[in-house]
């Protein structure tokens, strides 16, 4: 079965901090990764995808994701957070989109 | 331009009772998923459509849920004999054909009681 996995229920980090939010899969074939947010009381936000290419791969808001296969990995990253960066982060894999259960980001001004 | 759009965004219903969640997709897309989303879990497949078919069925939990898309635009997720077990919110996402990014509705929180 596919599955997508997120280690971390919460993430905290300090405004200007780099912040990191993990992600593992475990799907068959060559994966389709995906980074959602969600921010309260809203819908899934796209923030980025791999399909194919450069491991490294640029999203909206500054964010950033590296695909690692031997990791089975794909963690997002953030060189420097925001205040309104705090929010429900989803890993997700594939078509229809397995998703992971979800890292809360809580970033302190 | 509009985004997915799905209504009620609240529905409030007590057991025993049928409901109707209505999903409108970015015109154009012609991929259409249902997810549902429990509390403190993240989203789970339902349904999926390519046009006016299911394409893909396989996540709908039992016989009473069931869901449409006549036209190939909007769809319909009908819920039976709801249960206290069914409330989550349920999310809908649309796609342009051959893309594979899906674009996220607001949701609809279904409470029963």
């Known amino acids: 079965a596919q599955s997508v996995a997120q280690p971390e229920d919460q993430v905290n980090v300090a405004e200007g901090n780099p912040l990191t939010v993990k992600c593992t899969y475990s799907?068959?074939?060559?994966?389709?990764l995906f980074w959602y947010v969600q921010y309260p009381n809203r819908g899934l936000q796209f923030l980025l995808k791999?399909?194919?290419?450069?491991?490294l791969v640029k999203g909206s808001y500054g964010f950033e994701a590296e695909f690692n296969k031997s990791q089975t990995s794909f963690h997002l990253k953030k060189p420097s957070a925001l205040v309104s960066d705090s929010a429900l982060y989803f890993c997700?894999?594939?078509?229809?989109?397995?998703f992971g259960k979800g890292t809360r980001l809580s970033v302190i001004a | 331009g509009a985004g997915v759009s799905q209504t009620p965004s609240n529905k409030v219903t007590e057991k025993g009772k049928y409901v109707e969640l209505r999903c409108d997709p970015i015109?154009?897309?012609?991929?259409l998923y249902w997810y549902r989303q429990s509390l403190g879990q993240g989203p789970e497949f339902l349904i999926y459509?390519?046009?006016?078919?299911?394409?893909?069925d396989s996540g709908l939990p039992n016989d009473r849920f069931f869901a449409v898309r006549p036209e190939g635009s909007v769809s319909t997720l009908k819920i039976q004999r709801t249960e206290r077990g069914d409330s989550a919110v349920y999310l809908c996402?649309?796609?342009?054909?051959?893309?594979?990014?899906?674009?996220f509705g607001p949701g609809t929180r279904l409470t029963v009681l």
């Open positions: 996402a649309s796609s342009s054909l051959g893309a594979d990014t899906q674009y």
């Open positions: 997700a894999a594939n078509t229809p989109l397995v």
């Open positions: 459509f390519q046009g006016t078919g299911a394409a893909d």
């Open positions: 799907v068959s074939g060559n994966p389709y």
């Open positions: 015109s154009g897309h012609t991929a």
């Open positions: 791999y399909i194919t290419g450069d491991n």
